[in-house]
């Protein structure tokens, strides 16, 4: 089953600036099935970014994935006061179960 | 635009069952997966199992030996069984379209194991 080791446990930033979330996965990930949620506290998860790079309908192009095999990035070109949140990556496929990150807390400096 | 709503009892007792429904609006259930998810307070994400609009279902392995998910099409409702269940069992208890990526979510519902 595969681990996926999100890092770091916290980053600290301001709005404008740049934040990039690690996930590495502890053996590839087939077909860069992997996917990037959003949450904020008291809600439910939303999701952000499939397949590594794709992003969800609605979701602003300041959000934007990459990566593949074990390593892989979510990127937020430049900080809202709303992206403050818990971001969770997922890795999916035939290599069931799904299994989650164990999350990023992404707080205002 | 698709929502999904969990509903249940949010107290069971320690040994029991936890039944859960989630109410699927605004789009059909045909030709897709349906995710239930959990969160134990204060913690990560923990996928619990899909039903294909066929009835077709797979379980985490972790989980597998006491839950079932099943699916009334006609009704617009997919189901969580959960058999003897721990205190470690309490948490929110997501559903969500998709057995891979997942989206939309409901909101969730706490569910609390107690006596």
């Known amino acids: 089953e595969i681990v996926l080791t999100q890092s770091p446990g916290t980053l600290s930033l301001s709005p404008g600036e740049r934040a990039t979330l690690s996930c590495r996965a502890s053996?590839?990930?087939?077909?860069?099935?992997i996917a990037w949620y959003q949450q904020k506290p008291g809600q439910a998860p939303r999701l952000l970014i499939s397949?590594?790079?794709s992003r969800a309908p609605g979701i602003a192009d300041r959000f934007s994935g990459s990566g593949s095999g074990t390593d892989f990035t979510l990127t937020i070109s430049r900080l809202e006061p709303e992206d403050f949140a818990v971001y969770y990556c997922?890795?999916?496929?035939?290599?069931?179960?799904?299994?989650f990150g164990q999350g990023t807390k992404l707080e205002i400096k | 635009q698709v929502q999904l709503q969990e509903s249940g009892p949010g107290l069971v007792k320690p040994s029991e069952t936890l039944s859960l429904t989630c109410t699927v609006s605004?789009?059909?259930?045909?030709?897709?997966?349906w995710s239930w998810i959990r969160q134990p307070p204060g913690k990560g994400l923990e996928w619990i199992g899909y039903?294909?609009?066929?009835?077709?279902?797979y379980y985490n392995p972790s989980l597998e030996s006491r839950v079932s998910i099943s699916v009334d099409t006609s009704k617009n409702q997919f189901s969580l069984n959960l058999r003897s269940v721990t205190a470690a069992d309490t948490a929110v208890y997501f559903c969500a379209r998709g057995g891979w990526s997942l989206g939309p979510w409901g909101r969730g519902t706490l569910v609390t194991v107690s006596s």
């Open positions: 397949d590594a790079s």
């Open positions: 605004g789009g059909s259930m045909s030709n897709n997966y």
């Open positions: 997922q890795q999916y496929g035939s290599s069931l179960p799904n299994i």
């Open positions: 039903v294909y609009h066929s009835g077709a279902s």
């Open positions: 053996q590839s990930v087939s077909s860069n099935y």
